[in-house]
């Protein structure tokens, strides 16, 4: 099942990957234009855009769009990242021409009228207030926003109330005119599909994007991290501790990715057994790294009750540095193949596997052989990862983000003690906090 790409005209680059013996066809389009792309007075404009898509175009209402695809049982939709924004269908093969036609009529021809554009605020506002009011998306939000302080890249995809009710329909055409170019668009198709029908198909239909607009460069992002708390009246506390992370094309990316999967990827991860299993102290705990195309983050996420705050704290912070003196071969073995694993599966499903070659082509200029992938995870030793550990939580300021009861968790002054409580020689000096643990 090789990919097959074609790069039209305008700059479009369109990749297909066959299924065999399957009946359906997963196709979208993929823009590397997302939250941070939005100048200062745009803040949210890029979701907005995603949801205003749907609202009507001047051949079809919004009731007609979606009742166009689900007359046939298909099913479509979007979402909004920081870096890029997608528009996909899933439907059966014989429709694939319908779902592109549904997907070049929102992209080139919707009216962004002003009347479904109040309503639509209203119904973002909704979502923004949903997101405040859950405490495990706001210390997520809060987490980035600390993480970047002042940046686009920490900015919170749904953009704030001041700026959701200031949009107009001309902010968003500007915004679409000067982000949306060919060259930065994918348009990636899988399942029952043949190459060459399906680049026909696109060439016809999205012959009006321009192969380049001026838009606005990515700001080069730069990690800062710090410390946010919000005290709440919860029954646990949300709580985040994170550090800077590598950025996709760098190359501890992957090992990165490993690592966190390792420490808290799994019910058999360190910090699940540790702090969850054997200690009860959490319903839920894992780790997790992000990358973006300039910088990255490492995560660690867990709730508990506020009396057993403190002694959280002080076991993630213990795992962490173990993890720069003791990871063992069985370890690495289990972390990787579960990674293998992941890839592998996610491959057998014909929608992942399109947003996959999508965002690949955006961020690496080419789709990447599973082959390629392994032969990297291969390649990873437990010293590398060890190295790493130290690297990542002992050389970075952390970013610390709670939500709920948050009086008993530690100061910065403290985490930032226990961390660099590590020598050169490779000796931990426990404190008399974390011997007690």
């Given amino acids: 099942m090789t990919v097959q790409t074609t790069v039209l005209q305008n700059g479009i680059t369109v990749a297909t990957q066959r299924f065999e013996h399957v009946e359906s066809v997963s196709l979208g389009v993929w823009v590397r234009a997302g939250a941070r792309n939005e100048l200062e007075d745009e803040h949210g404009i890029a979701h907005l855009l995603e949801h205003m898509a749907f609202k009507g175009t001047h051949t079809r209402s919004a009731q007609s769009l979606v009742e166009s695809i689900e007359n046939v049982g298909g099913d479509i939709n979007a979402a909004t990242s920081v870096e890029t924004t997608s528009y996909y269908v899933r439907l059966l093969k014989e429709d694939t021409a319908l779902g592109l036609d549904i997907l070049a009529d929102i992209l080139q021809n919707s009216k962004f009228d002003a009347d479904e554009l109040e309503r639509e605020k209203h119904v973002i506002l909704q979502e923004l207030g949903a997101a405040i009011d859950t405490p495990d998306d706001c210390v997520f939000d809060r987490f980035t926003e600390t993480a970047y302080r002042h940046q686009t890249l920490g900015r919170a995809i749904l953009g704030t109330r001041e700026t959701i009710n200031s949009f107009t329909p001309e902010m968003i055409r500007n915004y679409i005119g000067r982000e949306y170019s060919g060259e930065r668009m994918v348009i990636a198709a899988t399942g029952a599909v043949e190459h060459d029908q399906i680049v ?73 057994q540790e702090i969850r299993e054997k200690r009860g102290l959490c319903y839920s705990i894992y780790a997790f790294h992000w990358g973006f195309s300039d910088t990255g983050i490492f995560g660690v996420h867990a709730a508990t009750e506020p009396d057993d705050l403190t002694e959280l704290v002080h076991l993630i912070l213990a795992e962490l540095k173990r993890c720069a003196l003791d990871i063992g071969e069985p370890e690495l073995r289990r972390a990787r193949a579960q990674f293998r694993s992941s890839l592998l599966m996610s491959g057998e499903s014909a929608p992942a596997r399109a947003g996959q070659i999508a965002r690949q082509i955006l961020l690496f200029g080419r789709p990447i052989p599973n082959e390629e992938l392994l032969s990297r995870l291969d390649k990873l030793t437990v010293e590398r990862l060890r190295d790493l550990a ?40 426990h404190s008399a906090a974390t011997a007690a643990l």
């Fill in 390 to 429: 130290n690297r990542l939580f002992m050389g970075s300021r952390p970013t610390v983000s709670a939500v709920g009861p948050v009086d008993k968790l530690l100061d910065m002054n403290e985490i930032t003690s226990v961390l660099s409580d590590y020598d050169n020689t490779g000796t931990i000096h």
């Fill in 200 to 272: 026909e198909m696109v060439r016809a239909r999205f012959s009006s994007f321009a192969k380049v607009t001026a838009y606005s460069p990515d700001n080069l992002a730069h990690y800062v991290g710090g410390d946010y708390r919000e005290p709440r009246q919860l029954q646990d506390t949300q709580f985040l501790l994170g550090f800077e992370g590598r950025a996709y094309h760098v190359r501890d990316y992957y090992a990165s990715q490993v690592l966190a999967m390792l420490l808290g990827g799994g019910m058999s991860s360190r910090l699940f």
